[in-house]
């Protein structure tokens, strides 16, 4: 067995919340949460499938900054901020 490869990379891991009212119980508020690659969601689809309209929604207007998926060519600053919203990167480990 060769060794396993790893790369390790900046993220950001800055991480966010937001409460969506349910479209058909208005009594029930989801609560979605993303931080880094890690995303979680209270409402029953995300139960089920791991997938649904608020982690979509959330994903479209995070940051998530990535070194290796880094299209805009930023580095990151001296004091380790992320290049896309300034705030707290961690470093990140991925087998190549
Ligand atoms: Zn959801
Ligand atoms: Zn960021």
């Not at 409402?43 to 998530?64: D, F, N, S, V």
Request: aromatic share 10%.
């Amino acid at each position: 067995m060769p060794d396993l490869i790893t790369t390790s990379f900046w993220r950001c891991d800055r991480s966010y919340r937001r409460e969506f009212p349910s479209s058909s119980d208005t009594k029930t508020t989801y609560v979605a949460t993303l931080q880094g690659l890690s995303a979680h969601c209270t409402c029953p689809g995300w139960q089920y499938h791991e997938r649904c309209k608020h982690i979509t929604i959330m994903m479209k207007q995070a940051c998530l900054w990535n070194e290796l998926w880094n299209a805009k060519g930023m580095e990151v600053t001296d004091d380790r901020r992320c290049p896309g919203c300034g705030g707290e990167l961690a470093s990140f480990s991925e087998a190549v």
